[in-house]
């Protein structure tokens, strides 16, 4: 294949999708958009003052709306996210959501293995023929009697690359490998749906707006089939959600609270801004604390008053069939943020676990009394300012001795799954992505650098980072705890912030 270069090992039926029409099909997206890429990966570099643009004052005042939704994405109550596992993926289409988010980002590790066997499965998934073996023995296959979601497949972020795949000497974009192999293997089918995670900008929709209009083109598929739900997860984006949808508006379907990634945004933003911007422990920091509030109450003026869907963001407890207390708390805490959710005008919301689909379909059940969705919630009395989205001081909290291990721990612990090849890790009864370790390391770094002293007057230094990383890594174990050890360090404590940890991560695998 001219151009075109694979560098990653055999995977199983890879043959299958990584075809000489396929690769030409992904090699083509990178001639046609890579310089563009390029450019806005460096206009991210250059940190913007943050507020509503007068530039698109027009945008955020005119009367338009996105596409109407096709059908399969008119209920979206209840979703179920999680990665392209082969066992995961028969669980989510047996799980009686009406969404499954295949995760080809924070939830998966991209190994080249995972990278492509994830791609054999959702087409398998796509034809209604996936099934699943375990070593042990047991069988897990497609029930006839629950009705199958509708496969929202997210792909990564603009930021990722894939070293596995060159173009013209270059490694690939991940997300275009990761759309354009799913895209070209499964658009025939009728419902080539996408999460689009981590964008920063407008502009940024609008490439891949470009990216989906040039691939329907090229297939011959109808404009308009790709519908898109952007996640809202950096605290540029909150101030361009009018615009985001209006760039995509022939293909949007709605916008998604991503909240584990959005307090992480603005850790990153703000981690060198002084003690206003210093959050407390993250596990004091709720979806009722103001800037929180006004970020979902704002996401969901905007979708409805678009005639988008405004979904509401992951519940991270996880129930323990085992132990009947941890069950017990977990559906507690998913009850009460799914109420909120449902309450506030969300048209449905995530879960992580096959047994919390009955607990927020319930709840979502009872508020939308037989309607599909929230779409008439318009809420024109939520008004939002620049300065309550970034009202970081109204917090509360503190940062606590208690939350440096916390911060730590789970740090260490989500990377020592993730180069093991399991990027949804659960840890102490929470299902964890990458954002979990990514907010533990940029809070360390910010505590560190601004001379944040705890609750019980220790300063936070690099010294007391060390010595509880020494703590943790003396109670874990594995094949990678060296270098997971090793690589919290460097992204907690080095001078230098590295944008996203799965960027030095990906050398290591």
């Keep these: 294949m001219s151009g075109v270069r694979v560098l990653g090992g055999d995977v199983e039926r890879g043959d299958e999708i990584l075809t000489p029409d396929a690769l030409e099909f992904v090699a083509e997206l990178h001639g046609r958009f890579a310089p563009e890429h390029a450019a806005l990966m460096r206009r991210r570099a250059h940190r913007r003052p943050l507020g509503f643009l007068d530039a698109t004052r027009e945008v955020r005042e005119g009367d338009w709306k996105v596409a109407e939704a096709p059908g399969p994405l008119r209920d979206r109550r209840v979703e179920i996210t999680g990665p392209t596992e082969r066992k995961m993926t028969v669980n989510a289409l047996n799980s009686g959501a009406k969404v499954w988010l295949a995760d080809l980002e924070d939830a998966n590790t991209p190994h080249w293995h995972n990278v492509v ?21 047991k069988h897990y296959a497609l029930r006839d009697d629950v009705e199958r979601p509708a496969i929202v497949v997210r792909p990564r972020g603009w930021h990722l690359p894939e070293r596995h795949l060159e173009v013209e000497g270059r490694p690939a974009i ?6 354009g192999l799913h895209f070209f293997h499964n658009a025939a089918l009728g419902r080539p749906y996408y999460y689009l995670p981590k964008m920063e900008s407008h502009l940024e929709a609008r490439l891949w707006n470009s990216v989906f209009t040039a691939a329907q083109e090229r297939l011959g598929v109808p404009h308009g089939t790709i519908r898109a739900t952007v996640l809202i997860e950096t605290i540029p984006a909150a101030f361009e959600m009018d ?15 991503g909240r584990w990634d959005y307090l992480f945004s603005i850790i990153k ?4 801004a002084g003690p206003d911007a210093v959050l407390p422990d993250r596990n004091s920091i709720t979806m009722t604390a103001p800037f929180m509030r006004a970020y979902t109450e704002l996401l969901v003026r905007t979708c409805h008053k678009r005639g988008a869907f405004a979904i509401g963001g992951m519940a991270a407890f996880i129930p323990n069939r085992r132990d009947p207390e941890v069950t017990e708390n977990a559906l507690e805490k998913v009850r009460a943020d799914k109420t909120r959710e449902a309450g506030d005008g969300f048209d449905g919301s995530w879960v992580a ?17 037989g309607e599909p969705n929230q779409l008439d919630v ?12 970034l009202d970081f001081a109204s917090t509360g909290g503190a940062a606590t001795r208690a939350g440096v291990e916390s911060a730590v721990d789970v740090g260490v612990r989500y ?17 964890e992505d990458a954002a979990t370790a990514e907010i533990s390391r940029s809070q360390l770094w910010q505590w560190v650098h601004n001379d944040v002293v705890l609750d019980d007057g220790t300063p936070v230094t690099a010294e007391l980072v060390r010595e509880v990383l020494a703590e943790v890594r003396g109670r874990l174990d594995g094949e990678h705890l060296d270098a997971a050890v090793e690589l919290f360090e460097q992204v907690a404590l080095s001078d230098d912030f590295v944008d996203f940890l799965t960027l030095p991560a990906y050398e290591r695998i």
Aim: hydrophobic share 40%; charged share 20%; aromatic share 8%.
């Design 415 to 431: 990377l020592l799954s993730w180069l093991g090849g399991n990027g949804a890790a659960a840890i102490h009864n929470l299902m």
């Design 378 to 389: 318009l809420r024109p009395e939520v008004e939002v300012t620049a300065g309550q989205l």
């Design 117 to 137: 066997s994830g791609q054999v499965n959702l087409y398998d998934a796509a034809r209604g023929t996936v099934e699943f073996t375990s070593p042990e023995g």
């Design 243 to 257: 615009e985001i949808l209006h760039e995509l508006r022939d293909h949007a379907s709605g916008l998604n609270a």
């Design 269 to 272: 933003y703000f981690r060198d």
């Design 174 to 179: 991940g997300a275009l490998v990761d759309f």
């Design 353 to 369: 676990h096959p047994d919390l689909v009955p607990v927020c379909r319930e709840i979502f059940d009872e508020r939308l009394g």
